[in-house]
């Protein structure tokens, strides 16, 4: 499996705990962040969204809970990548789709 990217601040006081939670699999850090009023859409320097974050790192609960609460399916990363374009990169192994990567894709796919 690829390493996920390190998660980084911008500016350095940016409170990026709901891309942390949904990067690290902490469904109720998720929720808490969410119900505590972060922005769903938050990014950090390297434009992760807390969507991408769960997507690249195959948290399908995390996924489902930010979908269903309104995240944008269109944010994009530095490299260009939206949450169902990292679910494929992080999911690819020796050209076979993996799970849960496959769902996720289905998840997010807004084409």
Not at 14 to 33: E, F, H, K, Y
Not at 73 to 99: C, V
Request: aromatic residues 8%; proline residues 5%; contains cysteine.
């Amino acid at each position: 499996m690829r390493s996920l990217p390190i998660l980084k601040p911008n500016p350095p006081e940016q409170n990026i705990d709901l891309i942390r939670c949904s990067m690290s699999g902490n469904l109720s850090g998720v929720q808490n962040a969410i119900n505590s009023g972060s922005d769903i859409n938050i990014i950090d320097a390297n434009g992760i969204s807390a969507l991408n974050a769960a997507s690249m790192a195959g948290h399908l609960d995390i996924v489902n809970f930010l979908v269903s609460n309104g995240a944008d399916l269109t944010l994009k990363d530095q490299l260009g990548y939206d949450a169902y374009h990292s679910a494929m990169f992080y999911g690819d192994f020796k050209g076979l789709k993996t799970e849960p990567f496959n769902t996720i894709m289905s998840v997010v796919k807004y084409i």
